[in-house]
């Protein structure tokens, strides 16, 4: 069998990927047809070639515009059922999903029944078990993450078991969400923060600090800072890192740059994750085999990095460790 259907077959873990960044183009475009179209947009391939990027603004708004798709809660059954399709059809068996409920508000969408909309759709695919982690969003600042924070506290039967922040990282740092954080842990949640990427080493070090996450997310920018490099290895902090992103948005100037492999060789707890596929084209199995190309990963390398992921899973111990075991005596691990 060759390497890539090696990795298609796979069973995997994702722990980064947003839902409104892995909607389908095909489910995409019938939104777009939905809300009478967009004339810059006349066609699905012109939709495809929005989704190349000049920089991380440009990213962030081409985020805001896509999103102005999403007007309906029955959108978000819609777009939910796809995305869970479209990862059980690439053997995801497990994966812990960003949402951005503030992004919605525009569109007169409350939290409650857009998370159970989004719910809907997520239980039609029993092939995949889906976590919720709601984005609070940094750019609408502090407050408005607390008035978000109380209400996803109200839906938590509803598989959301964590919090976090995206957004535009450079103009938004940590330090001022300290509070809600905090109120995050008290009730319940656990915490990411998307940090490193957009901004430096100061950023990730406020999300240790002031925020005191249980993970980074992409954390791409630590090796501007050796003692922070140092510190991440030492206590293990799980780093979800999103290599091809990171090149699409250019946080590295090409993949060979990327620091993956000095990260697993220093001994972090690192998973690898895909952040928006559908805004990048990539796949998870495209991640890994991105891996092997230019740092010589190795397949046991790569099983190694499936079972960190889900080490770094927010799921109890026991089901950690009966997912780990059920991928190992899979015929395709
Ligand atoms: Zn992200």
């Not at 230019?294 to 009966?322: C, G, N």
Request: a negative charge; proline letters at 6%.
């Amino acid at each position: 069998m060759n390497t890539r259907t090696w990795l298609e077959n796979l069973p995997k873990v994702e722990l980064h990927i947003h839902l409104e960044g892995s909607i389908p183009l095909d489910a995409l475009w019938t939104l777009v047809e939905k809300y009478g179209g967009d004339p810059a947009t006349p066609t699905l391939e012109a939709l495809r070639q929005r989704f190349v990027y000049r920089d991380f603004p440009h990213f962030i708004q081409t985020w805001v515009w896509k999103n102005g798709f999403l007007r309906q809660y029955e959108d978000f059954t819609v777009i939910a059922e796809a995305v869970a399709r479209d990862l059980a059809r690439q053997n995801m068996r497990y994966a812990e999903i960003f949402y951005s409920p503030p992004d919605f508000a525009r569109h007169g969408l409350e939290l409650q029944p857009l998370t159970e909309a989004i719910r809907r759709g997520l239980t039609r695919v029993p092939e995949i078990e889906i976590n919720l982690v709601a984005d609070l969003v940094r750019d609408f600042g502090p407050e408005q993450a607390a008035r978000t924070l109380a209400m996803v506290s109200e839906v938590k039967d509803q598989g959301v078991i964590g919090v976090g922040i995206g957004g535009s990282e450079q103009n938004h740092p940590p330090e001022p969400f300290a509070p809600v954080f905090a109120e995050a842990r008290r009730r319940g949640f656990r915490t990411s923060a998307h940090a490193g990427e957009a901004a430096g080493a100061a950023s990730i070090w406020g999300a240790l600090r002031a925020l005191e996450v249980d993970r980074i997310g992409h954390a791409t920018r630590a090796v501007e800072d050796a003692a922070l490099l140092a510190e991440l290895a030492r206590r293990r902090v799980p780093l979800e890192l999103c290599p091809i992103s990171n090149v699409c948005l250019s946080i590295v100037p090409d993949m060979a740059a990327h620091p993956a492999r000095r990260y697993v060789d220093m001994g972090m707890l690192v998973s690898i994750n895909t952040d928006d596929p559908a805004m990048f084209g990539n796949s998870l199995a495209d991640e890994y085999e991105a891996l092997m190309t230019h740092f010589a990963f190795t397949q046991d390398e790569i099983r190694a990095l499936v079972l960190a992921a889900i080490e770094s899973a927010w799921l109890p111990e026991e089901r950690k460790r009966a997912l780990a075991a059920s991928f190992q005596a899979d015929s395709a691990w």
